[in-house]
Each structure stands twice: as structure tokens, then as C-alpha cells.
């Protein structure tokens, strides 16, 4: 079984830059794919950015693209996600999951998310 924890979440300024981190417990993450999701108020959750196993394959939604960074430290069971030039339309929760079966990944696991807020 695998257990995930966001953290690095917080307040920043419109063009300011956050690092996501998410950590892996109870499991090595192995051969999972991992992915960022976010979800903002009156939204649909949604994809943020993906990386595969090696690292060797990432995919980022159109916003993301230019600005976000997704990476994994295998040897650490973490995912990371670098988020720059942030605007207040990147508010959101940002998920973390694992996905041992689909790609990009749907799940099967997921963390409980880091608030992330942008002041205008």
C-alpha cells in the first residue's frame, strides 16, 4: 500500500514561485506513474502535470506548460513540483497520486492535497 503527503503549499504573490513535494510512504513507489492534480473553488478537479516511472516521459496541461516543473527522486519516494510565475487563477488544492496501472495516471492513490494561494 502506498500513503502520499503534500506539503509546500502556502501564500505567494502574483509572479512568485512555489515547490510542491510529495512524499511516499508505506511503499516504494516503484513502477508507478505519478501526476499533480489540482482542484480550485466551484471547479472540476483537474490535471496538472504526469511523469512515468523513470522520469524519462512528463506531460503538463496547457496552463502548466512554461511554468511548472514536474520530478521524482526515486531513491527518496518523492515527486516534486516547481510552480513559477504563479497568478491568482493558480489558486487551487494540489493533489498528489500514484498510478500503477494507467497513463497518464488516474490513481489509485492520492494524498489530501496543499493549499496553494495567489494574492493578487
Known amino acids: 500500500q502506498v500513503q502520499l503527503v503534500e506539503s509546500g503549499g502556502g501564500l505567494v504573490q502574483t509572479g512568485g514561485s512555489v515547490r510542491l513535494s510529495c512524499a511516499a510512504s508505506g511503499q516504494p513507489l516503484r513502477r508507478f506513474a505519478m501526476g499533480w492534480f489540482r482542484q480550485a473553488p466551484g471547479k472540476e478537479r483537474e490535471r496538472v502535470a504526469a511523469?512515468?516511472?523513470?522520469?524519462?516521459?512528463?506531460l503538463y496541461s496547457d496552463f502548466a506548460k512554461g511554468r511548472f516543473t514536474v520530478s521524482r527522486d526515486n531513491a527518496r519516494n518523492t515527486v516534486d513540483l516547481q510552480m513559477n510565475d504563479l497568478r491568482p487563477d493558480d489558486t487551487a488544492v494540489y493533489y498528489c497520486?500514484?498510478?500503477?496501472?494507467?497513463?497518464?495516471?488516474?490513481?489509485?492513490?492520492w494524498g489530501q492535497g496543499t493549499q496553494v494561494t495567489v494574492s493578487s
Open positions: 511523469i512515468t516511472w523513470t522520469g524519462d516521459t512528463t
Open positions: 497520486n500514484a498510478d500503477p496501472t494507467y497513463w497518464p495516471p488516474k490513481g489509485d492513490y
